[in-house]
Structures are given as C-alpha cells and as structure tokens.
C-alpha cells in the first residue's frame, strides 16, 4: 500500500489521485490511485509555488486530518502523534466546549433553539437539542445550518486558539483532526489537507464491530456521508487505511520528511519570478492585504489551478500570461495581475458558466480585502498604483468584466489592458507546431468526458469560430507577431481532425 498526493499539492507531470471513486467501494491498492506516491512525487511538488497558509511565527504547520465514518482518522491521528511528537487538536472536543455555559455561543444557541435544551445543571444538553433538531424533518436541515452557522466559526477559532497556545509551548508542527473539516470550511485555516480513506467492506467490518450495528445500518450511515469522490479534489494527500495501525507506520515514515520540506515555504521567502512572488508583489505591495489573508488567497488560487481534471488550465497557463504581460507596456499591471489570477480560478469542463463563477470568486475575494483593509493614512490612500483604496468599485467591476470577457474573446472591441490581457490568454494559440500539439492533447484531456464523435464535431466548430474572426489579436505587436502562426496552428488542427478515422 503507499501514501498518495493528490492534483492540489502541485502540478507536476502528472496528477495523482483515484482513478475512480468508486473502485474505492470494494477495495484499495495502489491500482486504485493514479500514477505515483508521494515518495516519489515530493521531490518536485510545490518546491516553487506551494507556500504554508499559517504564519511560521505564531502557529505549527497544520496537517487538517479527515475522512468518513470508520476510516480510522484518530487511528492515523495517533501514529502520527507517537512516531514524530506531534500535537493533536480533536475538533470534537473543542466542539463540546464552543457552547459552554457563559459563552456567547451558549447564548446564541439558546436563543435559536429556546430555553428547554438547557439541562438542570445550566448547561446545554447535547439530548435535548438533538431532539428539537430532529423533531421535524422538513426544518431538519434549516435547523442544522442554523446550528452549524453559530457554532463552526466558533470552532474555527478555537482551532486557531489552540495552535497558537501550542506554538507558545515549541510546537512546530500540529494535527487538526476533523470529520467535518471540509464541510465547514476549516481547511483555510490548515496548511494541508489529509483525507484517510478506507474500503466500503473493511468500513462496514469496524462499524459492526465497533458499534454493533447491522450492515443495513452501517450503509445508511456511510451513504449519509459525502462520498470519496467529492472529498479527494479539494486534498492533498490521501492515506489509505485498510490494514493495522502498525501497518500505517512505513507509511506515515514516509510521508513525514516531505511535510518537514513543505512547511518552511512561505508567501514572503517565495523565489523571485515564481506565481507566488508576484502575487505578493499585487497582493501585499499594491493591496496592503495582511500577510495571513495573502497567503490564505494564494492557497485558494494555487489549490484550484492543481485541480486533477486541469491539465491546460493550470498553474503553468497563469506563468505563461505573465511572462507576455512582462512585455507589455501596461497601464494599471495590477489589475491585468488580478485578471490573470482570477480568470480560470473556477474550471469545470462539464460547465457553461466558469467565466460568470470566475468573476464571481474575484469579487468575493476583493468584498474581503475591502473589509480588512485599514487605511494608513488619513485619506486612507494606499495603492501606490492610484493613490485611492486598495480596490475601489470601478477597478473590481473592470477587473470582474475582464474576466467574464474571456467567455468569448472575439464579441466587441478591445484596446489597452483588456487587449494585453485577451491576447496573452490566446498566446498559446502561437505556439511552435509542437507546443501547440501538446496544447490540444491537454485539453482533449479535460475534455476526457467527451466521447470523440462528439469532440471531432464540437472542437472544430470552436476553432472555426476563431478563424472566422476578423482578427484573433487585438494589440498591433502582439497581432504582427503571432496572428498568421496561430491560424496556421488551428487550420492545422481542423484538418488533423478531419483526416483521422475515428476508433471503431
């Protein structure tokens, strides 16, 4: 059996995680995950790009530790604690202390819920609001999100509380072990995410044995849970666990140098030239965005370029916009900066509005950097770009149009930035023959679901629509230089498609 990393811990020639879900159901083995372990894989993964969310002062490097029911998360919790010395935080217990008597989340759980889940000795009863909760199905789970809503980010900070008291005692590095921590949000408060996954029959065995249910019981309990399939994308290692807690051993001995070698990465000790660097450069320099909330941002946009179905529209496609941006002469290169971070932060193939939900994100992201921003001066102007706040509503609705253009690069008019920004997204259609060969066999990858009758007939409509256009570059340089080599590229294409047979 071996340790394995999944797409987010950095795009590398390949992305590892499972090949199908649904293999996990009746077994695991290393045919069950895609290409290699993280032994192999850690030499090269993230060396560049890949920076810890935390600040290294204040709190350990944080593993959040999850997984389903049965799976064997306090198991590997606790190797993990014997074999390298490691603090745990359990969420579940800080989960029972978030509404204790005096506290504000006591309060607000009371006044949710009402007085009578408060038992005799003023506390309240986990049984008692259990059955307010489950008394009615049909405002079963409004209940629950209400509940979830006043208690998690309680927890989040308790989350925070703890690591920091630990890091005042020498802890370097800690574990968060969460069931729930995707669910509520709190791998953006961990550097990296674990997911321990075990089979559906040996899940089955340890809940008989454990619980005492019967098998009918034990799969209403796994299927109540969000499926394998839905957790392994958003992370980072994933830890078979069929066999002994002995087994684990090798295993997490293994792993543990690669995390040593992660955690020292940080938003400020990012290499000159990197994605992260220049994200500070925007982030921090231009923004004033606080170190904590840069870093937590350039996870969100590292993690989702190292998606496992990306395998064009990834870390390596925002470097190569940057390096054409390098050369232009630019206006405002924080936004064009902006722009390229954001405009494939949403990519699901199988979608018809990743630009909308792109755009969307962007704006969330700069709802959050206006509500933290603290001007430092009187007049409250810090972007040394504008001399105003660090993003005014002009720039974020520029910026939120410019991705959302990229739906389709062809319909209006573009001069400036925009054009920069257009043209670098379509540089790759320029490419030497053989970079534009790899191109397209990239993205009939993230097209994998399409069958070929399908992709023969839908991708040389789309080619089509581009070599119909007047022009497919909007600045003059930019048009001079690649427009005759990129159409060349696409006539290329089309008769390639045309001319081969399809597999019987």
């Not at 919790?77 to 935080?89: G, T, Y």
């Not at 992370?235 to 020292?264: I, M, Q, S």
């Not at 946009?301 to 002469?329: P, T, V, W």
Request: charge should be negative; proline fraction near 4%.
């Amino acid at each position: 059996m071996h340790v394995y990393t999944t797409g987010l811990m950095g795009k590398s020639t390949d992305n590892s995680t499972l090949d199908d879900a649904a293999d996990m159901k009746d077994k695991i083995s290393s045919s069950d995950i895609r290409n290699t372990s993280i032994v192999a894989k850690c030499a090269e993964v993230g060396a560049v790009e890949w920076a810890r969310r935390s600040d290294p002062e204040l709190e350990p490097y944080t593993i959040g530790l999850t997984g389903g029911i049965a799976c064997g998360k306090s198991t590997v919790s606790k190797r993990m604690a014997a074999l390298f010395n490691v603090p745990i935080v359990d969420c579940d217990k800080l989960g029972h202390k978030a509404y204790v008597k005096g506290t504000k989340c006591f309060e607000d759980v009371v006044n949710a819920f009402g007085a009578e889940i408060v038992g005799e000795d003023g506390e309240i009863e986990r049984k008692k609001l259990a059955g307010v909760l489950f008394s009615d199905p049909e405002t079963k789970a409004a209940k629950f999100e209400t509940l979830n809503g006043i208690v998690w980010p309680r927890i989040a900070e308790m989350i925070k509380e703890e690591k920091m008291r630990l890091k005042r005692e020498g802890a370097t590095f800690v574990v968060v072990e969460a069931a729930i921590l995707l669910e509520a949000g709190w791998d953006r408060i961990v550097d990296e995410v674990w997911l321990v996954l075990t089979s559906h029959k040996v899940q089955v065995a340890r809940l008989m044995e454990r619980n005492g249910f019967d098998e009918a019981e034990c799969d209403k309990r796994i299927s109540a849970q969000k499926p394998a399939a839905e957790r392994i994308p958003k992370c980072h290692v994933v830890v078979p666990n069929d066999g002994t807690a002995e087994e684990l051993d090798p295993l997490l001995t293994k792993l543990w140098p690669h995390v040593v070698d992660r955690a020292p990465a940080t938003l400020l000790n990012a290499p000159a030239g990197s994605l992260r660097q220049r994200w500070k450069w925007v982030a921090v320099d231009v923004l004033h965005m606080s170190v904590e909330l840069a870093s937590d941002w350039w996870r969100v946009i590292h993690d989702k370029h190292c998606e496992g179905h990306r395998h064009y529209h990834n870390l390596s496609h925002l470097s190569e916009m940057l390096f054409y941006a390098d050369q232009f002469e630019l206006s405002r290169p924080d936004s064009l900066f902006l722009a390229i971070f954001f405009h494939d932060i949403i990519y699901e193939p199988t979608l018809k509005d990743n630009e909308l939900k792109s755009a969307q994100l962007f704006r969330d992201f700069a709802a959050e950097v206006n509500a933290a921003y603290e001007p430092t001066s009187a007049g409250g102007a810090t972007n040394p770009l504008t001399g105003g706040p660090p993003l005014c509503k002009e720039d974020v609705d520029e910026v939120a149009a410019w991705i959302e253009r990229t739906a389709s690069h062809m319909n209006g008019p573009a001069e400036g930035d925009l054009a920069y920004f257009l043209d670098a997204d379509l540089a790759v259609l320029a490419r030497e023959p053989a970079g534009y060969a790899r191109y397209t066999q990239q993205i009939r990858a993230e097209y994998a679901h399409v069958e070929d009758s399908d992709w023969c007939a839908g991708r040389p409509a789309v080619m089509q629509r581009f070599l119909d256009a007047d022009q497919l570059y909007f600045n003059n340089g930019t048009r001079a230089a690649w427009e005759e080599r990129a159409r060349a590229n696409m006539s290329a294409e089309l008769t390639a498609i045309a001319t081969t047979p399809l597999k019987a």
